[in-house]
């Protein structure tokens, strides 16, 4: 076990808004929750048809595809932060509007499969990208979207956030079958 990712972020390393993810994670190593979360999601939704990943569920909601686009997109923007964390660099990264992202990806028009193996390879890539990070970097942070953030509370808002959508795409687009 990592001990260094295994201890869960303070308060002080994000915002009261990001609780929502880090408090689902569960304890314990997060490299190895991301690991965990990774084979989970290719085999659920490996088995996620075409015509079910395109449909929405309300004229207003994203599709199956625009979320697991919006996941795959959501991480990288993340990981980039992590790194640029780690690394010390000292100018503060800007936010952005995820509608307008999803919007200007237009994931409908891409293939249910291309955008699971796109989703696989980022989140190989993240747990690599945390599982290579020095114990001291996962203390480090930087200012984000007008928000300090340190490398650990991001790693734990990556994780929380997939767990977010795994329930949306349950609760609400019925693609996991439902909790019980």
Known sequence: MRLHAARRPAASEHTPYQLEYVGRVPDGDVVETLINQADGM?????TVSESA????????????????????????IFCHRALCFARSLPDELPGYDQDLLVAAADFDARSWASLLAEYTAVRAATIMLFDGFHPIDWDRGGVASGARLTVRALSYIIAGHELHHVESLREVYGLFGHSE
Do not use: D, F, M, N
Not at 42 to 46: D, G, H, I, N, Q
């Open 53 to 76: 990943a395109a449909a929405r569920p309300r004229p207003v909601e994203w599709s199956s595809k625009q979320v697991l686009g919006h996941l795959t997109e959501w991480e990288r």
């Open 42 to 46: 290719r085999l659920a939704l490996a």
